[in-house]
T-cell receptor, first 115, second 109 residues
Framework: GAVVSQHPSWVICKSGTSVKIECRSLDFQATTMFWYRQFPKQSLMLMATSNEGSKATYEQGVEKDKFLINHASLTLSTLTVTSAHPEDSSFYICSAPPREIYGYTFGSGTRLTVV | QKEVEQNSGPLSVPEGAIASLNCTYS??????FFWYRQYSGKSPELIMF????GDKEDGRFTAQLNKASQYVSLLIRDSQPSDSATYLCAVNSGYALNFGKGTSLLVTP
């Protein structure tokens, strides 16, 4: 199988607080995890790639200090949105790299609303 | 800048008809091509992927790839109202996927 479990599904937080989003690969090991962000009616945009045992790779324009990514183990990657602001409100989705017939497996996504 | 372009739609087809979704990409080095379906507020679901030029069929779905024209399409036969969703074209030009903005499909009963 190729299941990626993402939590929470949705979260509402106050401006200035931090939010952690977790993605776990349930039936396989993932040394890499891709993190995407999707604004309404927009495409999924790659934010960063987490790597187990090394630093994450961020896409151009993504603030490293604001979006903290940690790949703690072969089955867990986390994204922490620090000092969240309303403009960070979006749909965040993780994805494991392609595997055999499964292609890229996506988590269920996290709807973040910052008020 | 690696671009993946799709017509945003909405594309409206009657139930039972063939829906044709198109996608072009800019990176000639792209190796694999994916079609995902995304319902509002949900994560993308893989429909199928294609690596080689030509057609690939899976049930009611057929993906077509033309690398020379940098064009990939998805045909949905016998469209059903439950097929109404946004269809995302994604291209692997390295390791992660590069997505188009998606085409909204509406299948009317």
């Amino acid at each position: 199988g190729a299941v990626v479990s993402q939590h929470p599904s949705w979260v509402i937080c106050k401006s200035g607080t931090s939010v952690k989003i977790e993605c776990r690969s349930l039936d396989f090991q993932a040394t890499t995890m891709f993190w995407y962000r999707q604004f309404p009616k927009q495409s999924l945009m790659l934010m960063a790639t987490s790597n187990e045992g090394s630093k994450a790779t961020y896409e151009q324009g993504v603030e490293k200090d604001k979006f903290l990514i940690n790949h703690a183990s072969l089955t867990l990657s986390t994204l922490t949105v620090t000092s969240a602001h309303p403009e960070d409100s979006s749909f965040y989705i993780c994805s494991a790299p392609p595997r055999e017939i499964y292609g890229y497996t996506f988590g269920s996504g996290t709807r973040l609303t910052v008020v | 800048q690696k671009e993946v372009e799709q017509n945003s739609g909405p594309l409206s087809v009657p139930e039972g008809a063939i829906a044709s979704l198109n996608c072009t990409y800019s990176d000639r080095g792209s190796q694999s091509f994916f079609w995902y379906r995304q319902y509002s507020g949900k994560s993308p679901e893989l429909i199928m992927f294609i690596y080689s030029n030509g057609d690939k069929e899976d049930g009611r779905f057929t993906a077509q790839l033309n690398k020379a024209s940098q064009y990939v399409s998805l045909l949905i036969r016998d469209s059903q109202p439950s097929d109404s969703a946004t269809y995302l074209c994604a291209v692997n030009s390295g390791y992660a996927l590069n997505f188009g903005k998606g085409t909204s499909l509406l299948v009317t009963p």
